[in-house]
């Protein structure tokens, strides 16, 4: 049996837990950002009031960031190598995939005011004037038929978010390993 070898040790190959993981978590919020950004693009042109835009966010188990809105949050992931990017406003879910006809009178009124500002905003009309009254019904009882088609923006996010995660990944391994070096 050979009892020679070659063997290194020393700065370069003595990485702690401590230090591996705050790069991990710096490149966490890098990827998170990245997400929140990404994501933004694909709800800024279709989002009437900005609320949705606003209130995307990320978050790991050790902090947070975008969430402008103030809206609620999202969860926190579970595990420590995980980071989350989304939105909890109350009506995400049903921009990235749609709602089918609106048959109950549930939220009716909270509907309405979103129509109303809608309207005006994205329309540039008044619905509350006589004359654009007709225009305004005709329009909230389509939707209420037949319901809106998906607006998706996480989906088409995730290729972008993974890519662009790989090479955040990549870069702050290699800045680890640099800033190890034995000099």
């Not at 009716?108 to 109303?116: A, G, W």
């Not at 009254?133 to 978010?161: C, H, M, Y």
């Amino acid at each position: 049996m050979n009892n020679k070898h070659v063997k290194m040790s020393g700065g370069l190959t003595q990485l702690d837990v401590g230090l591996i993981n705050a790069y991990l978590q710096s490149a966490l919020n890098e990827v998170g950002a990245i997400g929140v950004e990404t994501m933004r693009i694909y709800t800024e042109k279709d989002d009437a009031t900005g609320s949705l835009t606003k209130s995307i966010m990320w978050r790991t188990k050790l902090a947070a960031g975008g969430n402008e809105g103030g809206d609620a949050e999202i969860t926190v992931p579970d595990e420590s190598t995980a980071v989350h990017i989304g939105s909890a406003n109350d009506h995400a879910y049903w921009r990235e995939v749609g709602t089918g006809a609106h048959k109950s009178a549930e939220g009716t009124e909270e509907f309405i005011s979103n129509m109303i500002d809608w309207c005006r905003i994205k329309l540039g009309f008044d619905p509350q004037m006589e004359d654009n009254q007709e225009r305004f019904w005709n329009i909230v009882n389509a939707i209420r038929k037949r319901g809106t088609a998906e607006a998706p923006f996480a989906l088409p996010s995730l290729d972008i978010i993974r890519m662009k995660g790989s090479q955040i990944v990549k870069g702050n391994t290699i800045r680890m390993w640099k800033e190890r070096r034995v000099k």
